[in-house]
C-alpha cells in the first residue's frame, strides 16, 4: 500500500504533541486521516506499547482542543507490512474554529490544512469560520479572548443578590454550552475592548476642549463611570419662585440615564468605533455606531417599539434593574422634556444614531421675554388665536414693530403662525 501526504493525509512516525495541531487543521478544513508510525516518506515504522499510545492520544484530543472535538475523532488498529500501527481519521467539525486550548482563538492555536502542512490560519479566516459557525450576532459569536475576569460584573450580580456562577453565565449567553466565552462574556468583562469617549467643549462648537476622557472595562463599569462625568457638567441652577427656591439640572437626569443606557445597549459592536459623547453650553449629543435594526422604522423608535439589536446584553441589564422594560427609554426621554420649550432630536443614518438633549437652563435664559413680549402673550387670555393688528393695538407700535415681537415669540417657540400674508394669525403653543 503505497500512501503519500497531502491536504487530508498525514504521517507521524512517533506520537508528538503536534498531532493536536493537525487534528484541528482537518476539523477546520475538510477533514483527514493521520497515521502514526509512519514517516514523512511513507515507510512503516510501527508503533510500539500501542495501546499506551492510544491512551495518551484520546486524552490529549480531548484535553487539548477547543470545542470539543472528540465526536469527530476515530482511531483503529492497522496492520502495515505486518507492523501495528495507528489511524485517526477526523472528520470537519461543525463548530470551526477548533484551537489549541492552552493558545487560544488566535493564528497560534487555530490551525488549518493548506497542501500536505498544517499551517496558522490568519485572523481574518478565523473570523469568517467564526461567522459561519455562530451566525451574524455579534453577541453569540465565539470572543477571541478567553482570558477574561468579571469583577465589575460580579459585583453588580452580587449587589442585586444574583447568583454569577459558570451555568448562570451559560444562561445568559456569556458562555457557550462548549464553556467558551461569547462575545457577549467580552462586553462585560473587564478586558472589554470597546470604549466611551466623552468631551467638554467650550461654547457650541467643536473647537476648545474643556475636558476629554475616554472609558475602558465592562460595559457596567463604564455605564456608572461616565454617568459620574456627565454628572459633574449637569450644573444645578436656582431660581425663586414666591418664597421657594427651585433647583433645576441643565439636562434631566432620567433624560441622561436612559440616552447613555439607550446608547450603550443598542450599539453595534461589531465595529470597534467608541461610542462618542459631547457636551457643549447648550446641549448634550450622544452618538453611537449603527442605525436602526432591520424591520424597525424612526416612527417606531419615537412611539417606543424597541427591538433590540443585542437582546441578551439588554437581559442582562435587565435582571439587573438597569432597565425597566424593553422600549421604555425614548419615551422617558421626551417626556422628561414636557413643559420645557425645547425637545430631545433623535437623528439616525445607515450607520449611526444620535440623540441632542437640550441644555433647559440655558434655553430657558435666552427664552426670557421682554415686556412687549409679555403684554403679547396676554392677548391669548381673551382669544384663542391673534393677528398683527391686535399686537399693534394693544402695545400702541407701529406694524413693523408688531411683526418683530411676533417673530421672537415665534423664535422662542412661544407661539406658531397659521395662514400667509393678511390671513396670518397665530396661536399659543402650550407645552
Known sequence: MILNENTVTEFKRDYTTDINKTVVAFANTNGGTLYIGVSDNGEIYGVADIDVVLLRLGNAIRDSIKPDVTLFVEYEREIMNGKPIIKVSVQKGVSCPYYLSNKGIRPEGVYVRQDA?????????????????????????????????????????????????????????MMNTDGIYTNLGLLLSDQCVHTIKTAMFEGTDKIFFKDRREFTGSLLKQLGDVYEFINLYNRNRSEIEGLRRIDKRDYPPEAVRETLINAIIHRDYSFSDSTLISIFDDRMEFVSIGGLVRG?????????????RNKKLADVFYRLSLIEAYGTGMPKIIRSYNGYPVKPLVEVTDNAFKITLPNINEALQKNVLDENELLTLELFKNQD???????EAALGVSQSMAGRVLGRLAEKNEIRSVGNGKKTRYTRIKY
Do not use: H, W
Not at 478567553?146 to 454569577?164: D, L, R
Not at 424597525?296 to 433590540?308: E, F, K
Open 117 to 173: 502542512s498544517s499551517v496558522p490560519a490568519s485572523n481574518t479566516v478565523i473570523l469568517r469560520m467564526i461567522k459561519e459557525t455562530d451566525g451574524e450576532s455579534y453577541e453569540d459569536i465565539r470572543s477571541l479572548n478567553q482570558e477574561m475576569t468579571f469583577i465589575k460584573t460580579e459585583n453588580e450580580f452580587e449587589t442585586q443578590k444574583i447568583q454569577f456562577g459558570v451555568n448562570q453565565q451559560k444562561k445568559l449567553g
Open 296 to 308: 424597525i422604522s424612526y416612527n417606531d423608535i419615537m412611539l417606543g417599539i424597541s427591538v433590540a
Open 385 to 391: 388665536c391673534i393677528a398683527r393688528k391686535d399686537v
